[in-house]
Nanobody, 116 residues
Framework: QLQLVESGGGLVQPGGSLRLSCAASGFTLDHYSIAWFRQAPGKEREGVSC????????NYVDSVKGRFTISRDNAGNTVCLQMNSLKPEDTALYYC?????????WGQGTQVTVSS
């Protein structure tokens, strides 16, 4: 079965850190561009970060620049999102997306809650 599975979410206090992982099964992520999205209750889904398969370049939404880092582990067939200095406004369901040519996959999401 071809799927993406996110993990690493949880409850953390403001200022804390979490590391999200997006693992692929049934296919390899080598050629896929990977993006992390998030959706908070009552809000539209927002692109957070992405990493390009061709050159490894990365992009971040302004609100997370300097705090989040996306990285790829081809050996582990995963993509991670290191999130530092978390804020309450980072609370959301986080999804990963893999895209290559006409192929696209979404994970089920992992919940991140930042609260004291």
């Amino acid at each position: 079965q071809l799927q993406l599975v996110e993990s690493g979410g949880g409850l953390v206090q403001p200022g804390g850190s979490l590391r999200l992982s997006c693992a692929a099964s049934g296919f390899t992520l080598d050629h896929y561009s990977i993006a992390w999205f998030r959706q908070a209750p009552g809000k539209e889904r927002e692109g957070v970060s992405c990493i390009n398969s061709a050159d490894g370049s990365t992009n971040y939404v302004d609100s997370v620049k300097g705090r989040f880092t996306i990285s790829r582990d081809n050996a582990g067939n995963t993509v991670c999102l290191q999130m530092n200095s978390l804020k309450p406004e980072d609370t959301a369901l986080y999804y990963c997306n893999a895209k290559y040519l006409g192929f696209e996959y979404w994970g089920q999401g992992t919940q991140v809650t930042v609260s004291s």
